[in-house]
Structures are given as C-alpha cells and as structure tokens.
C-alpha cells in the first residue's frame, strides 16, 4: 500500500481542532481562515480515504478513525519538533523532556541535570516540576518523554519500571505545640497533631488517608496548601506539622525542622518510572532513561535521598 502524503501542517490543524473541540476555536489559535482550516481537513480526509472528524452544532470531536490518527500525529509533531530544535543548535543532538514531582525534583532534578550534562553535553534537556497525576495526562498526551509518578492509569501504553520505595516522615518545627520526638512514631499518635497537608487532587493525599484509615485515627488537618515551598514555609512557621515522603526530607539542612519516621509498615510511596513505549522512544530518551535510573540508585546508595530504598 503506498503512503499517504500527509503534511505537517494538516496534523498541526487535526490536532488542534481535536484538542479545543471547535473549528472556529483552532482557527483563531492557528491563523489561519476557518474556511481554510476546514479545506485543509476535508482535504486530509480525502487523503486518508477516512472520515476523522464528527461535526456538529455544538462542537467537533474525533471519530474512532481520528482517535487512532491523533495518537500518531501527535508523536510526528513532537519529532518533528526534536527535528528542528536539534537543527537550531547546530549539531546533532537530542531533545527530551521529562516530568517529575515537586518532592521528587527536591532531590533528584539536580543530580540529573549534572549527570545528563557530564555525559550527554548535546542533548537538551527539558525538565517540567508539577503534580504526579498532570504529569500522567501530559505523558499520555505525548507532551513528555519520561516521568516519575507514584501510580498508574490503567489501559496506557507506558513502559513503566519501578525504581524505589520512600518511607513518610513527620515533619515539624520544634516550636510546634505538641510536635513529636524520637527517631519514628505510628501513625495511631498522630491523631491531635494539627497537620497541613496537599489536597485531594495529589497522590500523597489519597495515600495518606489510607494509611489513617487503616490505622483507625481521623487526622487533624488544619489547612490545605498544594504548593511544596508554601507548605513547608507554613511548617517551618510553626503553623502546622506536614507528613511527607523523604525527598521533602531532604529540605531538613537548611530548614531547622524536625524528622521523624512514621513506623507503620504499610505508609510509604512508590516511585514508577514511565515512559512512552520503547518504540516511541528518541535516541536521547532512551539514553536519559538509563540516567534518571542511575542517578536515583546513586542518591539511594549514598543515602541522598532519605527514607528511600531500592526495589
């Protein structure tokens, strides 16, 4: 079967008018005509000998053929993309982009940083610090190459390997009423200790009200901040203790703030690397892959990362 000559341009148009879910929309945000952009759509369905989009009173939407379409126009813009970036800088080079965590990036986003410009110096590298469940939406979206995230969406064509588990710790400022002592502590103690914690929308939250439940005790959380640097000024403020995994652990140099382990066996967090498919994977992706691994099971191994152990 011969190939179709499809242009960059319309899987640009295809993949907008998808995403805002209106011609008229995409037309504004691309600069182009809407009669223009419906040309070019007509056109590429003439190509494809397929019908992509549905359209209607209310909206656009992708069919089940433009479903199927999207997956692979998005993963050619982005190469197409890595293309041009690697032309610009003037040599051969890779371009890679990777999502991690606010804990997470705490301890592990400058050790990479070092080790990916000791050992690959040409390959760009991007790096985007937000909530581990955005960073899933924008894996699946082909916006990132690699991630650290602490669950899994089912049915997603991820290569995910497991890298390390983190132990919680109790973190507070001494001048805190009532702030705990000792190496560790249950979590059964902790039920009058005012908490300051993320909201619903993270990971760590859900995790944390299991681990409550479980071990019977209704916390006492005072406050909700969702930002790691505000959370951890309201607790160095003696506002609130906060319970959270050992990178967060590792502000404790500069922070004055006490530590302590929560001694249930079931409170903890997985670290997954994701990734898309191997098959989706740049040269530099692969390469970086091997790095994030490396690195982290450094930071382990020289007890860089606290309360971290690798599986």
Do not use: C
Not at 37 to 65: D, F, H, M, Y
Not at 227 to 234: K, S, T, Y
């Amino acid at each position: 079967m011969e190939p179709v000559p499809v242009e960059l341009r319309q899987l640009r148009y295809f993949v907008k008018i998808v995403e805002l879910g209106s011609l008229g929309r995409a037309a504004l945000e691309l600069d182009v005509g809407v009669s223009a952009l419906s040309q070019q759509i007509a056109k590429l369905e003439s190509e494809l000998s397929t019908r992509l989009l549905n359209r209607t009173t209310t909206g656009v939407t992708a069919t089940s053929a433009g479903l199927a379409f999207l997956h692979h126009a998005q993963l050619a813009l982005r190469q197409a993309d890595n293309a041009v970036l690697a032309a610009h800088r003037g040599r051969m080079s890779g371009y890679v982009s990777v999502g991690l965590p606010p804990t997470t990036a705490t301890v592990l986003a400058l050790p990479l940083i070092n080790a990916m410009r000791e050992r690959y110096p040409d390959i760009q590298l991007h790096l985007v610090e937000m909530l581990s469940g955005h960073l899933a939406a924008q894996l699946n979206a082909r916006q990132l190459d690699l991630a650290i995230l602490f669950q899994l969406e089912g049915g997603k064509r991820w290569s995910v390997t497991p890298l390390l588990d983190e132990r919680l710790f109790v973190i507070a400022s001494p001048s805190l009423p009532g702030s705990p002592r000792g190496e560790s502590i249950h979590l059964a103690e902790l039920g009058h200790l005012p908490l300051v914690v993320p909201s619903s929308q993270h990971g760590l939250r859900s995790t944390l009200m299991t681990a409550f439940e479980r071990a019977g005790v209704v916390p006492n959380i005072i406050m909700e901040i969702d930002g790691l640097a505000v959370l951890m000024n309201a607790v160095r403020a003696g506002h609130a203790a906060t319970i959270q995994p050992g990178a967060a652990a590792a502000l404790k140099g500069e922070s004055g703030l006490t530590l302590i382990q929560i001694a249930d066996e079931h409170v903890g967090r997985r670290n997954l690397l994701a990734t898309l498919a191997d098959d989706e994977l740049s040269p530099a992706a692969l390469a970086t892959r091997v790095v994030i691994t490396d690195v982290a099971r450094q930071l382990v191994s020289q007890q860089q990362w606290p309360g971290a152990s690798w599986i």
